[in-house]
C-alpha cells in the first residue's frame, strides 16, 4: 500500500536497551524527518533526511542514531535507551519545496 | 530561525459556534505555513497549508486560514464547530534552510461541547 509506515507502533523496552524504529516510505520523497512528541512540547525534530546518505541533526538528537542507505526507509536508532526518551516517536516524508508533509501514525515507545 | 507561536492551549467552543484557534509566526522571507490536526492516539493529518497567493486559505474538513502578514498570524477557523472537531491542533512553518523541516507550535486542544 502506498503510504508511509512505522513499526512498531508500540514498543516497551529496558533502560540501556538498544532498540530501532522503522519508517518506510512508497512515494520516493527525498525528505524523511524523525519527530518526537512530548506533553507541553509539541513535536521536535531528532533527525532529517534530504536524500538517500544525507542526514542532519535536528533540534534534540543526543543518544540517537539514524542512516538512510535507501531512499524508502529511515531508521532510528537509539543506541542505550534512557527514561527520557520515553516519548511517541512520528516519522514523516516530504518531496521538496512547496509540497506537503505526511506522518506515520508514531511509534509510542515506552523506557522502563 | 523560523518559529511559530500558539498563544492558547486550550480552546473551548459550543457545537455550532464559529472558531479560532490562533497562530503567530516569526520567519525571514515568505512562510511557508501549515496547519494539522492529531486525534486521540493517531497521527497528524494535513489541514491546509499557505505558500502563495490568496490569503484565505480553505481546507479539510470545512476549516480555513487566513494568512495576514502585517500582524504575522495564521489563525485557523471554521464557521460552525462540531463535536467530531476537537482535537490537537498544530501550526508549523517549513524551515527552507534547514532540509525543509517542519517546526511546530506547541498545540492547542480544541474542546466543542455540545
Known amino acids: 500500500d502506498a503510504g508511509i509506515t512505522q513499526s512498531p507502533r508500540y514498543k516497551i523496552t529496558e533502560t540501556g536497551r538498544q532498540v530501532t524504529l522503522m519508517c518506510h516510505q512508497t512515494?520516493?520523497?527525498?525528505?524523511m524527518f524523525w519527530y518526537r512528541q512530548d506533553l507541553g512540547h509539541g513535536l521536535r525534530l531528532i533527525y532529517y533526511s534530504a536524500a538517500a546518505d544525507i542526514t542532519d541533526k535536528g533540534e534534540v538528537p543526543d543518544g540517537y542514531v539514524v542512516s538512510r542507505s535507501k531512499t524508502e526507509n529511515f531508521p532510528l536508532t537509539l543506541e542505550s535507551a534512557t527514561r527520557s526518551q520515553t516519548s511517541v516517536y512520528f516519522c514523516?516524508?516530504?518531496?521538496?519545496?512547496?509540497?506537503?508533509?505526511?506522518f506515520g501514525s508514531g511509534t509510542r515507545l515506552t523506557v522502563v | 530561525a523560523q518559529s511559530v507561536a500558539q498563544p492558547e492551549d486550550q480552546v473551548n467552543v459550543a457545537e455550532g459556534n464559529p472558531l479560532t484557534v490562533k497562530c503567530t509566526y516569526s520567519v525571514s522571507g515568505n512562510p511557508y505555513l501549515f496547519w494539522y490536526v492529531q486525534y486521540p492516539n493517531r497521527g497528524l493529518q494535513f489541514l491546509l497549508k499557505y505558500i502563495t497567493g490568496d490569503n484565505l486559505v480553505k481546507g479539510s474538513y470545512g476549516f480555513e486560514a487566513e494568512f495576514n502578514k502585517s500582524q504575522t498570524s495564521f489563525h485557523l477557523k471554521k464557521p460552525s464547530a462540531l463535536v467530531s472537531d476537537s482535537a490537537l491542533y498544530f501550526c508549523?512553518?517549513?524551515?527552507?534552510?534547514?532540509?525543509?523541516?517542519?517546526?511546530f507550535g506547541a498545540g492547542t486542544i480544541l474542546r466543542v461541547k455540545s
Open positions: 512515494w520516493s520523497h527525498s525528505y
Open positions: 514523516a516524508s516530504s518531496g521538496g519545496t512547496g509540497s506537503g508533509y505526511t
Open positions: 508549523a512553518v517549513r524551515e527552507k534552510e534547514y532540509g525543509n523541516k517542519l517546526v
